[in-house]
Nanobody, 123 residues
Framework: QVQLRESGGGLVQPGGSLRLSCAASGRTFSNYAKAWFRQAPGKEREFVAAINWSGASTSYADSVKGRFTISRDNAKNTVALQMNSLKPEDTAVYYC????????????????WGQGTQVTVSS
């Protein structure tokens, strides 16, 4: 069974940092593009960041550019999202996803999903 499992979410104050991680099991995703999406209550799921299979190409939503960094470790079958200078509007459930082709910013283009991890930015 293919699984993606996110971890690292939590409560953080504005201006703080969190590092999310997504571990894959059941198959290797070393040749898949990976992405992070997020969904706030009452809102549509939105693109955050994507990375190609090798890590050489990345893409970010304008709202997180310069604050978030996506990276991957194919040897460990993981992808990470380093989030700095967090804002209350970053509060959402964060999901990792995988698909064979880089890049898409559309959530329904992705074939594999994790269950999500909650990130809350509040003082």
């Amino acid at each position: 069974q293919v699984q993606l499992r996110e971890s690292g979410g939590g409560l953080v104050q504005p201006g703080g940092s969190l590092r999310l991680s997504c571990a894959a099991s059941g198959r290797t995703f070393s040749n898949y593009a990976k992405a992070w999406f997020r969904q706030a209550p009452g809102k549509e799921r939105e693109f955050v960041a994507a990375i190609n299979w090798s890590g050489a190409s990345t893409s970010y939503a304008d709202s997180v550019k310069g604050r978030f960094t996506i990276s991957r470790d194919n040897a460990k079958n993981t992808v990470a999202l380093q989030m700095n200078s967090l804002k209350p509007e970053d509060t959402a459930v964060y999901y990792c996803a995988a698909r064979q082709v880089f890049e898409s910013r559309t959530w329904y283009d992705y074939d594999y999903w994790g269950q999500g991890t909650q990130v809350t930015v509040s003082s």
